[in-house]
């Protein structure tokens, strides 16, 4: 079944091919075409789940590039992100029926959406450095019409941005590549294919690895939009309701955060990454990206770009939770690669909803909005209380194994550290996220006595709300869902550390 992975890419690119093969004004034929296209994939890539937990992973090598091996493989870390890509990816297809009945050029909206996920699962199957920065590339040439669909000045000048970022951090990356096939070419490593706890974690520290690990390990940063390499993201805002949540909770910064887990656990190792003495770095990086993202949060007005920030914040409780170097916290991290995407995504279906039937953008408009919509806004109430981390929706998780993970740090200040930084955190999520619930809720009615009454359309509400419940579902039950997943990828990392040892 080595031809699975490849089938899980391609299969997107045919389903895109056909939709933009169908007249513009054959909206329903295009949508459910689309709709069909995502829900293979995913069945695709369950099988593959399957066939993993039978032991087979799936490897091939495909082509060979002046010494590059093109090389896809299925690994547990792999199928995280795939499940999580082609799950939410349903939704999100469903959800921009809905959306894009009234926005023209939807042939080419649909064609771009369904052809992110086989980039989506291009980079999830990458088995070395070489091939994920191939799709890491891809995604970006087909993400940016997305953010330009509009083709405002303002979606413009966000697309120049966008690009300009994405072709840095491509740069940023290639240099990494490069370096990592030269040590192959002289016979200094064995293999390149990613390896649980790094194909470099016996090699002696020295500058060239160094300098290679920090400029790859930048790349990626950017597109997790990690500070200060976030502001693309917020820019993004522009862009349709749909696009935001593929790039806030599905595709986009889920790559860079999916690209840091690779470097650290896959290429350089945990042991590498100690005895280089770099770790208090990317943990401080991390540490300033969670509360500086919080705070950048509670002082936008604009709806989108709280959310926008709230990303920002999030990432770095992924990067934290990687770079602490601990069972427990890379445990929490991977639950929380689920819970964010699950949470981020309902808040952006809703805010498009309420943006849509009200015309407001602004959180001071959206008063009394929860009493008129009840059912987006009680979904929104619940993804944004995940996020605070109120139990027991799935946000409390990362906080819960991050503070676990500080009890294990080695001195007193390190854990005051971490655990402070988790309860600051949260403490800013409640503040940039309970006005807007209350407002919503019980403030005073904005709308004008005989203004038109819009309704939402169930092909919006129902995504928002299903997603909201799941929230929910993956806090209560995480030992049957998410969990042991996650366990898998840990348990693969550290036996792979005691047989390096």
Not at 427 to 451: D, H, R, S, T, V
Request: aromatic share 14%; with cysteine.
């Amino acid at each position: 079944m080595w031809f699975l992975p490849l089938l899980a890419i391609l299969i997107p690119g045919v389903g895109a091919a056909l939709i933009y093969s169908i007249q513009e004004e054959r909206f329903w034929l295009r949508g459910t075409i689309a709709l069909g296209t995502v829900l293979i994939n995913f069945l695709l890539v369950l099988r593959m789940f399957y066939f993993a937990g039978a032991g087979d992973f799936m490897e091939m090598v495909f082509f060979n590039l002046a010494g590059a091996d093109f090389l896809l493989r299925v690994d547990y870390l792999s199928l995280v992100f795939a499940l999580l890509c082609g799950f939410l990816w349903i939704f999100s297809i469903g959800y921009s029926i809905g959306y894009m009945e009234d926005h023209p050029n939807n042939r080419r909206f649909f064609t771009f959406y369904v052809l992110n996920l086989g980039v989506a699962c291009g980079i999830a199957f990458a088995g070395n450095l070489f091939t994920l920065f191939i799709f890491y590339k891809l995604l970006t040439l087909s993400t940016f019409p997305l953010v330009a669909h509009s083709e405002t000045e303002m979606a413009r000048r966000a697309t120049r941005i966008y690009i300009y970022y994405s072709v840095a951090s491509g740069a940023l990356l290639l240099y990494t590549v490069v370096v990592l096939q030269s040590l192959y070419n002289l016979g200094r490593v064995d293999t390149l294919t990613f390896t649980p706890a790094g194909f470099l974690s016996t090699l002696p520290v020295g500058e060239g690895l160094l300098i290679a690990f920090v400029i790859g390990f930048l790349g990626f940063a950017v597109k997790a939009a990690l500070i200060p390499l976030h502001h693309w993201l917020p820019q993004a805002m522009v862009a349709l309701a749909p696009v935001s949540a593929l790039f806030h909770a599905v595709a986009v910064v889920n790559t860079g955060v999916f690209g840091i887990m690779r470097l650290v656990y896959y290429v350089y190792g945990p042991q590498w990454i100690t005895v280089a003495q770099i770790q208090m770095y990317l943990v401080a990086l991390a540490i300033i990206t969670i509360i500086a993202g919080s705070l950048r949060a509670l002082m936008e007005e604009e709806l989108k770009l709280r959310l926008a920030y709230s990303t920002v914040s999030q990432m770095g409780y992924l990067a934290l939770g990687t770079v602490l170097l601990l069972p427990t916290a890379f445990t929490g991290a991977l639950l929380h690669f689920f819970n964010h995407a699950f949470l981020k995504i309902t808040l952006f279906f809703c805010a498009g909803i309420i943006i849509g039937v009200t015309g407001k953008t602004k959180i001071s408009e959206l008063s009394g909005v929860g009493r008129k919509y009840s059912r987006t806004m009680g979904a929104f109430s619940i993804a944004a209380l995940g996020l605070i981390g109120l139990p027991p929706i799935s946000g409390y998780l990362i906080k819960l194994y991050l503070i676990r993970a500080g009890l294990q740090l080695d001195t007193i200040f390190e854990t005051i550290l971490i655990i402070s930084v988790v309860f600051i955190s949260a403490l800013l999520n409640a503040f940039y996220y309970l006005p807007i619930i209350i407002q919503a809720f019980w403030g005073k009615e904005e709308f004008q006595e005989g203004e038109p009454f819009k309704k939402e359309k169930p092909l919006l509400v129902v995504p928002a709300l299903i997603l909201a419940l799941a929230c929910v579902a993956l806090g209560i039950f995480p030992f049957y869902l998410t969990l042991p997943l996650a366990e898998l990828v840990v348990e693969s990392i550290w036996q792979g550390l005691l047989t390096v040892r």
